[in-house]
């Protein structure tokens, strides 16, 4: 079983920028590839950005490209999503997620998932 818990959420302005943090514990935080989603109010759940479990692989939504950055740091069993640039349409409720056998860009294939921490952005 793993426990995932994301942090770093909050109210920002336009233009803003933010940085989440998502901190396992459970199991071998580097045998799981790990995943950013997150669900904006009367939407569906959205696919953010991943990355292998060596890091050495990255995937990004189109929406999200040039202005989120996502990193792992093994050692610590910690994922980061790092937000610039942040408009209104970022604001969502915003989930890590773990994969136990590759990075995959959908929801579904994700074994694991933390609470969500919210990201509110003011125009």
Known sequence: QVQLVESGGGLVQAGGSLRLSCAASGRAFSN????????????????????????????????????????????????????????????AVYYCAANTVMLRVTASAYDYWGQGTQVTVSS
């Open 32 to 91: 799981y590839a790990m995943g950013w989603f997150r669900q904006a109010p009367g939407k569906e759940r959205e696919f953010v950005a991943a990355i292998s479990r060596s890091g050495g692989s990255i995937s990004y939504a189109d929406s999200v490209k040039g202005r989120f950055t996502i990193s792992r740091e093994n050692a610590k069993m910690t994922v980061y999503l790092q937000m610039n640039s942040l408009n209104p349409e970022d604001t």
